[in-house]
């Protein structure tokens, strides 16, 4: 009786021995070569440790941008400015304020000067009627409406800034990345590991006609095999007899299609 064997193909020596999976790349090592496998990996870990401490001294010693200083001492000035030109305007409003109250203020004072002096008169010549009190009367109210509307104005908004308005605009140009949206269907195997027609084994290449026929490399399964468009199983191109005669863990396939 045969002993069974669990020996596959290695990627690296191209033979068939006892192999271990490397999850990261998917393929298949011998004992010898993984350990090569891993060393390598490890080395690409090493180099990427010394780039992230190269960098990281770097951006620890790095010193400000003069630019962007210089971006910073041009919104402190404008800062300045537009502060100066907000206390001027309304330094401004005050002043007009202040002088139409006091116009305001003269005016109803030398009214009241008046009617006070045509009182006095009418007392003193004691010769009134009617007509002179409801004039006095009226005046009284006049002036006393002027006093309570001397604070008529008020303050009008502009919509339009009479200061300049500052915006950042970064230099740097992200790119704009599209969202992927899964579009796929399952051209062949899809049914588990293994020998069946509707199965692969550890596919290596793969090469697709101008029919979108696809042809496989199924690399442990020692053939070649050909996967009609929307077929359910594949059909055998090339493979390996029972003598071991023939394909053997092949890693790729072209098809000439003039002549298939």
Not at 204 to 217: E, L, M, S
Request: glycine share 4%; proline share 2%.
């Amino acid at each position: 009786m045969a002993m069974t064997t669990n020996k596959t193909h290695c990627f690296i020596c191209n033979k068939d021995k006892i192999t271990y999976p490397c999850e990261g790349c998917s393929q298949r090592f011998c004992l010898m070569d993984l350990t090569k496998h891993r060393q390598i990996l490890n080395n690409e870990l090493n180099h990427i440790i010394n780039d992230y401490k190269q960098f990281k001294h770097r951006f620890t010693e790095q010193k400000p941008n003069p630019r962007d200083l210089s971006l910073i001492d041009q919104i402190n000035q404008w800062e300045i400015d537009s502060i100066d030109k907000i206390k001027q305007r309304a330094k401004n409003c005050r002043e007009i304020i202040t002088a139409s109250l006091q116009t305001c203020m003269n005016d109803i004072k030398m009214k009241f000067n008046e009617l006070n002096k045509q009182l006095k008169q009418i007392k003193n010549e004691n010769e009134f009627n009617e007509i002179n009190l409801n004039y006095l009367r009226n005046e009284l109210i006049k002036i006393r409406e002027e006093l309570n509307n001397s604070s008529i104005m008020s303050i009008e908004q502009d919509s339009q800034s009479f200061i300049n308005e500052i915006s950042i605009i970064s230099l740097e140009k992200k790119p704009k990345f599209k969202k992927w949206k899964q579009n796929a269907v399952t051209m062949a195997g899809g049914k588990g590991q293994g020998q069946k027609l509707n199965q692969l084994h550890s596919p290596r290449a793969i090469f697709i006609d101008k029919k979108k026929n696809v042809f496989i490399a199924d690399n442990d399964n020692n053939r070649i095999v050909e996967w009609k468009c929307n077929a359910e199983e594949g059909q055998i191109i090339a493979d390996r007899n029972e003598q071991g005669n023939g394909m053997k863990h092949p890693t790729d396939v072209i098809v000439n299609q003039q002549t298939h």
